[in-house]
Antibody
Framework: EVQLVESGGGLVKPGGSLRLSCAASGFIFSDYNINWVRQAPGKGLEWVSSISSTSAHIYYADSLKGRFTISRDNAKNSLYLQMNSLRAEDTAVYYC?????????????WGQGTLVTVSS | DIQMTQSPSSLSASVGDRVTITCRASQSISSYLNWYQQKPGKAPKLLIYSASSFQGGVPSRFSGSGSGTDFTLTISSLQPEDFAIYYCQQSYSNLITFGQGTRLEIK
C-alpha cells in the first residue's frame, strides 16, 4: 500500500524556520517525482514545490521567493521541505504528493498533511 | 504562470442531479488537466487525469472532457458522498497550478 506520512509541523514565530519531512512507503520512492502542496485554513490548494526522482529538477512557486528548499534522500525514502523566514501567510496544512509517472503527471497519492502555524 | 479559473465557485444540488463544473486555463494546456475531490479534513483525492481518464476506483458517474483551454467535470447522478470541493489542476507547466475550487453543497 502506498503511504506518504508528513511530519514536522507545529507553531513557529514569524521569521522562524521549520523543516517538514515526508516518509514514503509501499512503492519505489526513487522512481517518482514528489511535490509539496499547501492549503491555508479555509482556502484552496496552492502548489509549493516539486523535485524529480533524482533531484536533478527542482521547481518552486514564484510566491516563495527563495525562502523554501525542497530536498530528498532516496536511501531513506524521505522528502523534506526546509522553510525559512516564515510569515503568517505560510500558515497552512502542508501535503506531500506523489506524481504519477506517465500521462499528464497527476498527483495520485497524497499524505494526510501536517499543519504549520506561524504566529507570535 | 498558467491561471486556472473554475466556475461556479459554489453549487447547490440535490441527490440524483446532473452537475457540471467548468475549468478554464489562461493558455492552452493540451490535455494536461487533472481533477481532484476533497472532503473536509481530508487530503485531496485524484478523480480524473489527462482531462478524461479515470483514476482507479472512481465511480463511472464522474466524467471529464475538454482540451486546450476549456474543460468540464460532470457528475451524472449526484450521490450523498459526492458533496465536497472539487479542484482542477494543470500539469502542462513545471509550475503547476490549481483552480480556486468549486464547493458542491446539498440543496
Amino acid at each position: 500500500e502506498v503511504q506518504l506520512v508528513e511530519s514536522g509541523g507545529g507553531l513557529v514565530k514569524p521569521g522562524g524556520s521549520l523543516r517538514l519531512s515526508c516518509a514514503a512507503s509501499g512503492f519505489i520512492f526513487s522512481d517518482y517525482n514528489i511535490n509539496w502542496v499547501r492549503q491555508a485554513p479555509g482556502k484552496g490548494l496552492e502548489w509549493v514545490s516539486s523535485i524529480s526522482s533524482t533531484s536533478a529538477h527542482i521547481y518552486y512557486a514564484d510566491s516563495l521567493k527563495g525562502r523554501f528548499t525542497i530536498s530528498r534522500d532516496n536511501a531513506k525514502n524521505s522528502l523534506y521541505l526546509q522553510m525559512n523566514s516564515l510569515r503568517a501567510e505560510d500558515t497552512a496544512v502542508y501535503y506531500c504528493a506523489r506524481v504519477y509517472g506517465s500521462g499528464t503527471y497527476p498527483l495520485d497519492y497524497w499524505g494526510q498533511g501536517t499543519l504549520v502555524t506561524v504566529s507570535s | 504562470d498558467i491561471q486556472m479559473t473554475q466556475s461556479p465557485s459554489s453549487l447547490s444540488a440535490s441527490v440524483g442531479d446532473r452537475v457540471t463544473i467548468t475549468c478554464r486555463a489562461s493558455q492552452s494546456i493540451s490535455s494536461y488537466l487533472n481533477w481532484y475531490q476533497q472532503k473536509p479534513g481530508k487530503a485531496p483525492k485524484l478523480l480524473i487525469y489527462s482531462a478524461s481518464s479515470f483514476q482507479g476506483g472512481v465511480p463511472s458517474r464522474f466524467s471529464g472532457s475538454g482540451s486546450g483551454t476549456d474543460f468540464t467535470l460532470t457528475i451524472s447522478s449526484l450521490q450523498p458522498e459526492d458533496f465536497a470541493i472539487y479542484y482542477c489542476q494543470q500539469s502542462y507547466s513545471n509550475l503547476i497550478t490549481f483552480g480556486q475550487g468549486t464547493r458542491l453543497e446539498i440543496k
